[in-house]
T-cell receptor, first 114, second 115 residues
Framework: AQTVTQSQPEMSVQEAETVTLSCTYD???????LFWYKQPPSRQMILVIR??????QNATENRFSVNFQKAAKSFSLKISDSQLGDAAMYFC???????????FGKGTKLSVKP | DTGVSQDPRHKITKRGQNVTFRCDPI?????LYWYRQTLGQGPEFLTY????????KSRLLSDRFSAERPKGSFSTLEIQRTEQGDSAMYLC?????????????FGSGTQLSVL
C-alpha cells in the first residue's frame, strides 16, 4: 500500500526567508503524481504545485519549488520569500496514474513570523 | 464559476441519527470525490464518481455510508446511525480532465459533530 509521511508536524519561518517542508512516500509504482496542497483556516484545500514522476525536472510555481528525488522517494517543498499569507497547513499527496484518489500525509503546520 | 459548494458548513447531530451532506461541483466537471478529514490528519479518500457512476469506494466507507450522484451533477453523502467516530470534516472535490491534465478543486467542507 502507498503511504505518505510528513515528519515535521510544525515549522516556522521568518517573513521573507526560505523554508523547506519534507515529504517521503512509499510506493512500488513507477508512474504516479505528487502534490503539495495548502489548507488555510478557511479549510479549502488549494493546489500549490504538482510533479509528474516521469519528469526529472523539478516543478516550480513562482515562489514555490520542489526537490523531487525519485530513487529516495522524497518530495520536499521549498517556499522562498515567505509571506504572511503562506501560513497554513501543508499536505503532501500521492496519486497513482491509474487510480483516482489522492493519498495525503498528516500535514505540516507552517507559521510565518513578521 | 463559483467553485465547489458544500452544504451545510456545520452539522451537529446526536448519535444514532442520520445525516446527509450535499456537494455541488464546478459545472461541467465530470469527476467528484469525497474525502474525510479528522483533527490532525490529512484527508482520507472515501469514494469518487465519474459522471453518475461510482467508480471507487474506500474500505473506510462502511455500510452506514452511502453516496450518490444522480444525473452526474450534485452529489450527496449520507451517514446512517451516526457514531461519535464519524465526527470529522467531510470534503468534496471535483475535477475535469484525466491523468496529468486533471486538477482537483476542493470545497470548504462540512464539519460534522456527533454528540
Amino acid at each position: 500500500a502507498q503511504t505518505v509521511t510528513q515528519s515535521q508536524p510544525e515549522m516556522s519561518v521568518q517573513e521573507a526567508e526560505t523554508v523547506t517542508l519534507s515529504c517521503t512516500y512509499d510506493t512500488s509504482e513507477s508512474d504516479y503524481y505528487l502534490f503539495w496542497y495548502k489548507q488555510p483556516p478557511s479549510r479549502q484545500m488549494i493546489l500549490v504545485i504538482r510533479q509528474e514522476a516521469y519528469k526529472q525536472q523539478n516543478a516550480t510555481e513562482n515562489r514555490f519549488s520542489v526537490n523531487f528525488q525519485k530513487a529516495a522517494k522524497s518530495f520536499s517543498l521549498k517556499i522562498s520569500d515567505s509571506q504572511l499569507g503562506d501560513a497554513a497547513m501543508y499536505f503532501c499527496a500521492y496519486k497513482r496514474r491509474s487510480q483516482g484518489n489522492l493519498i495525503f500525509g498528516k500535514g505540516t503546520k507552517l507559521s510565518v513570523k513578521p | 464559476d463559483t467553485g465547489v459548494s458544500q452544504d451545510p458548513r456545520h452539522k451537529i447531530t446526536k448519535r444514532g441519527q442520520n445525516v446527509t451532506f450535499r456537494c455541488d461541483p464546478i459545472s461541467e466537471h465530470n469527476r467528484l470525490y469525497w474525502y474525510r478529514q479528522t483533527l490532525g490528519q490529512g484527508p482520507e479518500f472515501l469514494t469518487y464518481f465519474q459522471n453518475e457512476a461510482q467508480l471507487e469506494k474506500s474500505r473506510l466507507l462502511s455500510d452506514r455510508f452511502s453516496a450518490e450522484r444522480p444525473k452526474g451533477s450534485f452529489s450527496t453523502l449520507e451517514i446512517q446511525r451516526t457514531e461519535q467516530g464519524d465526527s470529522a470534516m467531510y470534503l468534496c472535490a471535483s475535477s475535469s480532465g484525466t491523468g496529468e491534465n486533471e486538477k482537483l478543486f476542493f470545497g470548504s467542507g462540512t464539519q460534522l459533530s456527533v454528540l
